[in-house]
C-alpha cells in the first residue's frame, strides 16, 4: 500500500494558494485550483524548474515553468507546450477528517 503523507488542514490551503512538501527525495507542490486539490512533483521535466514558482493558472489549472514558460495541466502532469515534453508525476490527494492527504509511492 503507498503511504499517505499529511499535508494540512483544508481550511490552510484556500483556493488560488499552494504549498511545498518533501518527502524522502520528492518535492511535491500542492495545488488549491478553485477548490480542486491536486499535486504535482514539484521538478519541471525539461530542466528542473521549481513549478511552484511559476505562475498558476487557476481556472484552467496549469501551472507555466518559470525557467522556459512550458507549462503543464496541473490534473495530469502532461505538457501543454514546449520545450517540455515529457510528463511530470502527479499524486492522488484525498480527503480525511479534514486533513489533505497525498498518496505517494
Ligand atoms: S526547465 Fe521548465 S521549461 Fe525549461
Known amino acids: 500500500m503507498s503511504p499517505l503523507i499529511d499535508i494540512c488542514p483544508?481550511?490552510?490551503?484556500?483556493?488560488?494558494?499552494h504549498r511545498l512538501v518533501e518527502w524522502e527525495d520528492l518535492e511535491i507542490g500542492i495545488f488549491n485550483c478553485d477548490g480542486e486539490l491536486l499535486a504535482i512533483e514539484d521538478r519541471c521535466s525539461h530542466d528542473n524548474g521549481v513549478l511552484l514558482e511559476g505562475e498558476v493558472d487557476a481556472a484552467a489549472c496549469t501551472v507555466e515553468c518559470p525557467r522556459h514558460g512550458a507549462k503543464f495541466d496541473l490534473r495530469t502532469g502532461k505538457p501543454l507546450n514546449l520545450p517540455a515534453y515529457v510528463p511530470v508525476d502527479t499524486f492522488p490527494v484525498s480527503i480525511e477528517d479534514d486533513m489533505i492527504r497525498v498518496e505517494v509511492d
Open 10 to 17: 483544508v481550511s490552510e490551503l484556500p483556493p488560488g494558494q
